[in-house]
């Protein structure tokens, strides 16, 4: 009897131990999943060792299995222990990555709003350019129109040159059949006093000389020839008031066309 009880003491303290032994390895697995730390590692494997050396050193059962209780309650500490410096490290970088993805959606906003701000401006960029790019055509047909207008003002600067000369050369044959008029007419009113006279002169002498056929005859053909050059004169006149009032015509047309013409182009500038 007294020899039975320490072998069933015996094999309930192995069957603790040999428990207590897988727990450990077990606490070592998780130890070693979860941290991934050699040197977590290292510290369980000398406790394994120390456990072993102590097992082997130690014949009493009961110290051996508190001892490895300790052991135990030391892993499980130092597990706690890791759990919760990973649960802090699992904290602080959650709060690192909070802050950065605030900051990245400060960032984000800021970088909306400047993109719709330059959308704004880009869009009214765009309007100014068209309107600019209207008034650019605007300006270059105007441009043209006042080329062409230009063009004619010098068109029209030539045309009035050529009419200034042939309206001086025209006043200067005017004022030479004026004076040819003025002397024709004075001749002619010459010749009539002068006929007249040869008519009193051949009144006379028919009166005194009746008889006399040579003198009458001589009379007479002064006469004639008297008649023949105011006829001659007479002619002469009609023909210079004629070139005279046809000059005056086209001075009159030439001087409406070109007054005219300037008129009009003051209008188109206007």
């Keep these: 009897m007294a020899t039975i009880v320490p072998n069933s003491t015996n094999n309930t303290i192995t069957s603790t131990s040999s428990e207590l032994n897988g727990n450990k390895k077990t606490d070592t697995a998780t130890v070693s999943d979860l941290t991934g730390d050699n040197e977590k590692k290292i510290t369980i494997k000398q406790h ?45 970088f959650r709060t690192e990555d909070a802050e950065e993805f605030k900051q990245l959606q400060a960032e984000l906003e800021i970088a909306a709003k400047n993109c719709r701000i330059l959308q704004f401006k880009l869009r009214k960029a765009e309007k100014r350019n068209e309107n600019i790019e209207a008034e650019k055509t605007t300006l ?61 002169s051949f009144d006379e002498k028919l009166s005194i000389n009746t ?49 005219h013409d300037i008129s009009d182009l003051m209008n188109a500038y206007q």
């Design 140 to 200: 270059e047909e105007r441009i043209h129109q006042l080329t062409r207008d230009n063009y004619r003002v010098r068109d029209l600067d030539e045309e009035l040159l050529i009419a200034k000369e042939v309206s001086v050369r025209l006043h200067t044959e005017l004022e030479k059949s004026e004076e040819s008029r003025m002397i024709t007419e004075k001749l002619n009113s010459a010749l009539k006093q002068h006929l007249d006279t040869l008519k009193e």
């Design 48 to 92: 394994h060792n120390d456990e072993e050396s102590l097992t082997d050193t130690t014949s009493d059962p009961i110290i051996v299995c508190e001892a490895l209780r300790q052991q135990n309650d030391a892993l499980r500490q130092e597990l706690h222990d890791i759990r919760r410096e990973m649960d802090e490290i699992t904290d602080q």
């Design 211 to 259: 008889n006399d056929d040579y003198h009458s005859w001589q009379l007479s053909v002064h006469l004639y020839e008297s008649l023949f050059r105011e006829y001659v004169l007479m002619e002469e006149l009609a023909w210079f008031n004629s070139n005279v009032n046809k000059t005056n015509l086209y001075l009159k047309s030439s001087t409406n066309v070109n007054g």
